[in-house]
């Protein structure tokens, strides 16, 4: 039987520690998310359902964090921005998209985001940790339909401000690629 590790369990000031944490990091994506209006996520994306914050304790054992923007997940031509905090293993941002918008592959290959081979869109694990993404045109399948994921990395700092800025600059980078088709429809 396994010996319950009470020095851990009483250590408040670990506890308070990553509580602390946690709470830097909510109140980091709540300030990223009321940055952008639903009248901006839905310049990018009609059906968009605005944003939401998740969270979880145990993502391969470690707590994890969501904030996603647009949240469409229709797999013809959903779109959704998410970024993802978890726990020990970094911060990273991930675009979700229907098998409709699979002509912007080129931008994004650009931008130092990879494409996920992962059968699953949700497969965080296998994506990251088995490195089961790509960053080459030629390997990336075409024509799937299904929800197509796209992440990269996002190196996080100490400083609140020059992450909120980075943050938000990575999404208005993203919804400019988004944008570009619908300006071309306007012409």
Same mark, same amino acid.
């Given at each position: ?16 520690? +990553? ?7 909510? &109140? ?14 839905? $310049?990018?994306?009609?059906? #968009? ?24 997940? #229709? ?18 941002? &991930? ?6 918008? +699979? ?26 940790? +088995? ?6 045109? #030629? ?5 799937? $339909? ?14 609140? +401000? ?12 993203? $919804? ?12």
């Amino acid at each position: 039987m396994p010996q319950l590790d009470l020095d851990l369990w009483l250590n408040q000031d670990l506890v308070k520690r +990553q509580n602390r944490l946690k709470s830097e990091f909510l &109140f980091l994506f709540e300030s990223i998310g009321n940055h952008f209006e639903n009248e901006f996520l839905q $310049a990018v994306h009609p059906q #968009s359902k605005g944003k939401k914050i998740s969270k979880g304790n145990d993502l391969l054992g470690f707590p994890y964090q969501v904030l996603d923007l647009i949240r469409d997940f #229709s797999p013809e031509s959903g779109i959704n921005i998410r970024y993802l905090n978890w726990f020990g293993h970094g911060f990273f941002l &991930f675009l979700i998209f229907g098998h409709k918008h +699979q002509r912007m592959k080129e931008q994004w290959l650009e931008r130092g985001f990879s494409f996920s081979l992962s059968e699953s869109p949700w497969d965080y694990p296998e994506m990251i940790l +088995q490195k089961k993404h790509t960053g080459k045109f #030629s390997e990336i399948p075409g024509n799937e $339909a299904r929800l197509q994921v796209w992440f990269k990395p996002i190196s996080i700092q100490s400083d609140f +401000q020059i992450n909120l800025n980075l943050l938000t600059e990575e999404i208005k980078k993203v $919804a400019e690629i988004l944008l570009l088709p619908l300006e071309r429809k306007k012409e």
